[in-house]
């Protein structure tokens, strides 16, 4: 079997770096420590200029939502991720890491790292995860997942924005991760989502599985994002993602038998983290998998 394409999209609009398949793992061709390039040149398959860079390490990018006005960015230093103040820069180590900055506050979103990439980007979100290898095997002792971008099904509208800008990052290490949101519109402030950092369960986030949209016997369900802060309100639903109440272990492929949430034609997911008690699933594209 030939390697497949390294960029795939399916019948929704979601464009697919990374794969699985019966003989390969994971994708040689993004196994390096510079994903930049490629994350970059992904993106403008939806629409040329939403990506740029002018080095081989730095980026800047943003998503084509219908309320963010802000221009395409002309360097990886004024460009927007999302325009919801998520703003890209190298910050203070030239060439080495990109921070996607939330206002009041930051995350490191490395894309030097080696390991197995995996990413799937739309109109809403930018979904990678990154897993250590053995051989040709994942070894998930070392993890990192990250999604930025837009929830789905907003607690706030267009005229708030952007509060319902949102980053997510889980890890192998707890305290890596977390999750935020702008608190107030057009404001430097940030406010934390409830991401559980241990695997016991968590009364917010793990919230009951009692209907569902994908799948058969109320397993998984859409990823409702949650505040921190009390009451712990609702903010929307994340792109791509899936919770699921199954053991499934990270770095798994979880095959989708029931009607997808978003219409795709593309049933694979992969567990991409814990999620205190539960597991989070990434949409992931594959070829002749069994």
Known sequence: MSTPNLQNVDNVGNFYMGFRSNLFAYDTRLAGGN??????DLINLMEPGLAVS?????????LP???DTTAKPSSPYNGRFTGGGFSASNGTTANTD????????????NLYQSGAWYIVVNSTSVSMFRSNISGNALNPSNYDFKQLGWVKNPLY???????????????SFTSSRGGGRPELPNNATRVSLRVPTSSALDSVANYSITCQTATPNANTTDLVLFDNLAPNRAIGVASNLLKTSLAIPVGQIYRNTGVDPDG???PFWLCVGEYG?????????TQNLT
Not at 35 to 40: D, G, S
Not at 98 to 109: C, E, W
């Open 157 to 171: 509208n267009g005229a708030n924005y952007p509060l319902n800008a949102y980053y997510l990052f889980l890890s």
């Open 98 to 109: 990109i921070f996607y900055q939330v206002p009041g506050g930051g995350s490191n979103l």
């Open 264 to 266: 795709s034609n593309n």
């Open 277 to 285: 008690s539960e597991r989070i699933l990434m949409r992931v594209w």
């Open 54 to 62: 002018n080095t081989t390490t730095d980026l800047g990018f943003k």
């Open 35 to 40: 994903i930049a390039p490629a994350l970059r």
């Open 65 to 67: 939502q219908s309320f």
